[in-house]
């Protein structure tokens, strides 16, 4: 439960090894030690870097194990976390995969794994935890989709496909939900330069994570249904779904 002051107090965070995640934790509970967050990951070293980092600065921090090709993982792991009280706060589903999208569209194995990660497991999560904030009568979920969602292109159809179900189905499960006094809050980032896009040539507007939690806590606070990081992306995003097919089909992005 929050605080009379309207800190947050417990934080659920799936997919815990993600920098965007763990950015928008240390954002959200800056200055104020003590506040309880639960990692849900795979075990392993990341998820210990992770938790490190967390302990550093004073953060009460719980593991749990999650995969997100295993519903019945997941399952388990929602329920452990809610199970054990108190009140969740703020549930921030972070998991996803971006994979090799030339590869991706000719496999049918790394096609379907990019559409269990990033859409079904999302989905899966997202009526366990929002079944949750509902009994609670309280809370927000901050769904991490993609500036992908916006608009199919040649370079990344697949995973932008996945996230385009993603994003659709948190937008709707926010309006589901706001009559129940959840928040879902809808995360739409440009390139951000973490441990998924290593090795990738940065993007026009690219970010680092505490660009991108700032955002985020800000659009929490405000109550806000979705966030572009940065927001002028959504504007780009307007211009580029305007013009003719043909035209952008030969842009290259």
Known sequence: M????GNVQRVLVLGGTSDIALATVTALTRDRPGVRITLAARPGDRR??????????????????FEATDRTSYERAIASVFDAGPDVDVVIVAFGLL?????AWQDIDAALELAQVNYTAAVGCGVLVGQRLRAQGHGA???MSSVAAELPRRSNF??????????????GLGDA???????VLVVRPGFVRTKMTAGLDAAPLSQVPEQVADIIVAGLRAGRRTVWAPSALRWVMSGLRHLPGPVF?????
């Open 2 to 5: 929050k605080d009379s002051l």
């Open 48 to 65: 210990t870097a992770a938790v490190a980092s967390l302990v550093t600065v004073g953060l009460l921090v719980t593991e749990v194990d």
């Open 99 to 103: 994979g090799d999208q030339e590869h």
């Open 141 to 143: 979920i901050v769904a």
């Open 158 to 171: 697949l995973y932008g496909s996945t996230k385009a179900g993603m994003d659709a189905f948190y937008t």
């Open 177 to 183: 939900l706001a009559s129940d006094g959840v928040q």
């Open 249 to 253: 089909r030969r842009l290259p992005i």
